[in-house]
């Protein structure tokens, strides 16, 4: 990647993110280096010699540092499986470990003072921005991990043990920079054994989760939906499926290549009025002021029936979820009979984002903690750990999973090709921010369909003709 410093736009964009106050334009300058002065540039990344137990050259007597983003899957994996994975093979290394919840706030001031950790799970609702962070050369090329040989097998590299979708979704601008690594499904979450106990079927098409949904309702024994409230992302990526199955594959890609119109596609508004529909008369009360623990924990309680999340929420809940709930999930109903994509399609891609810090002072040795959480022992201790499907091939095989685990592992196996996903939330954090809002406000009733789509629309034109903002497609 280029070693250019951030650019004034896009470290004013991201600290604003991250809620932080900076210096004055004029002490930018100072804040090049972690010593306050400008330093010309970060100084060289260290190396040591390359073996066969050591085909990415890390130095065996530095240390490094690995931030991980205190959330759904915790960091117990990076504590007990993958760092003790790596020592195994590199003892002499010592390794800093830290968790947070709000990564932005946390690590942004180290960035813009070069002094970034070498290692950063980048994810949640503060996560930095990931469009800004390539633009301005902030993340490690790993095009040598892809070629290095595997953790498992000297003979196969790595990217052969990986997914394809993996390395797709982790290029920018050409380059292979983020490891998505959890392969993650999402879909409409509910209890086998409250369905099992009131007789209530899985439905398959809209009017049969419409009805259910109306039978709930009158049954006065819990709502029938909710969401994340305060994060409608939870949301808006429901919708956005729907929109995908009604309209086909395109509907996204036009979304994420900020195409003229693209938001207010026929299969887009289609999609936002079903859903605000459902919030005007099927929400859990007080749902637009819960966040997504508050949800599920009530989900967990049998207050309410179904909730929109990912595959990561049995883990998630697994302190709170009664030993009897089995969890399972449903692909989104098919709307109408001339739907473009079938019943079992869903919205699953590799996701949960780690990067290495281009600028950090050892590099190196986060790209060899890459190789190590890309073994079979990494990835499969992972996904019994906290439940989630990973990127490598047959890490899970063999492996005890969870019964919610085992339901989207199913319903990803049964979609097949039919697989669905947008990249925009990764690419332009500001529109991801807008949408957010805006769905927000449609499920609450106070922005119409046509307005939703309107207000949305102008925040992606202005992206698009904006020429200091690197543009994404696919």
């Known amino acids: ?22 210096p ?3 002490a930018l300058s100072a804040c090049a280096s972690p010593g306050g002065g400008d330093s010309g540039g970060p100084k060289p990344a260290a190396t040591g010699p390359k073996t066969a137990a050591n085909p990415l050259g890390i130095p065996e007597d530095r240390p490094f540092e690995v931030v991980v983003f205190d ?28 968790a947070t919840k709000e990564i932005a706030k946390t690590l942004q001031p180290r960035f813009a003072g070069g002094d970034p950790p070498e290692f950063v799970n980048n994810s949640g609702d503060n996560a930095m921005d990931f469009g800004a962070l390539a633009q301005d050369g902030q993340l490690q090329d790993l095009g040598e991990l892809l070629d290095a040989p595997s953790w498992d097998d000297p003979g196969v590299k790595v990217r052969d043990t990986i997914l394809a979708s ?26 086998k054994k409250l369905f099992a106990d009131n007789g209530w079927q899985v439905p398959r098409t809209w009017d049969e989760f419409t009805t259910l949904c109306e039978k709930i309702k009158k049954s006065g024994r819990c709502a029938p939906f909710t969401y994340a409230g305060k994060h409608p992302f939870y949301i808006y990526e429901t919708i956005l499926t729907l929109s995908a199955k009604i309209g086909g594959a395109d509907v996204l890609k036009n979304i994420d290549n900020l195409a003229d119109g693209a938001w207010k596609a026929e299969p887009v508004a289609k999609a936002a009025g079903a859903f605000a529909d459902i919030g005007a008369k099927y929400l859990l009360q007080g749902t637009e002021g819960l966040d997504h623990i508050q949800t599920q924990t009530a989900h967990n309680k049998y207050e309410v029936a179904m909730l929109p999340c990912g595959s990561w929420l049995e883990n998630e809940q697994k302190d709170t979820t009664p030993a009897d709930f089995g969890y399972a999930m449903f692909p989104l109903p098919s709307f109408t009979g ?13 996701g949960e984002e780690f990067f290495v810090a281009a600028r950090s002072a050892n590099p190196r040795a986060g790209m060899e903690y890459m190789r190590a959480m890309l073994s079979k022992e990494g990835a499969g201790k992972f996904t019994e750990l906290v439940s989630t499907l990973t990127v490598v091939k047959g890490a899970a095989e063999g492996r005890a999973l969870k019964p919610g685990l085992q339901s989207a592992a199913a319903a990803l196996k049964e979609a097949g090709a039919n697989v669905t996903y947008f ?51 696919r």
């Not at 001339?338 to 590799?350: F, I, M, V, W």
């Open 71 to 98: 959330g759904g899957f915790g960091d117990a994996y990076a504590r007990d499986v993958h760092e003790p994975l790596f020592v195994s093979r590199h003892p002499k290394v010592q390794i800093k470990h830290s």
């Open 338 to 350: 001339s739907d473009a994509l079938p019943y079992g399609t869903l919205h699953s891609r590799p």
């Open 24 to 26: 004055s334009a004029g």
């Open 423 to 473: 990249r925009f939330r990764q690419w332009y954090k500001e529109l991801h921010d807008e949408v957010a809002a805006a769905t927000g406000q449609l499920m609450a009733g106070r922005l119409k369909v046509g307005e939703w789509a309107d207000r949305i629309q102008k925040k992606s034109d202005e992206i698009r003709n904006d020429s200091s903002v690197k543009k994404f497609t």
């Open 1 to 22: 990647m280029a070693d250019n410093p951030f650019s004034r736009r896009e470290l004013l964009r991201s600290a604003a993110l991250a809620g932080l106050l900076l």
């Open 166 to 191: 993996a390395v797709e979704l982790g290029t920018y601008d050409g380059k292979y920079c983020v490891l998505n690594y959890a392969n993650t499904v999402w879909g409409i979450w509910y209890s």
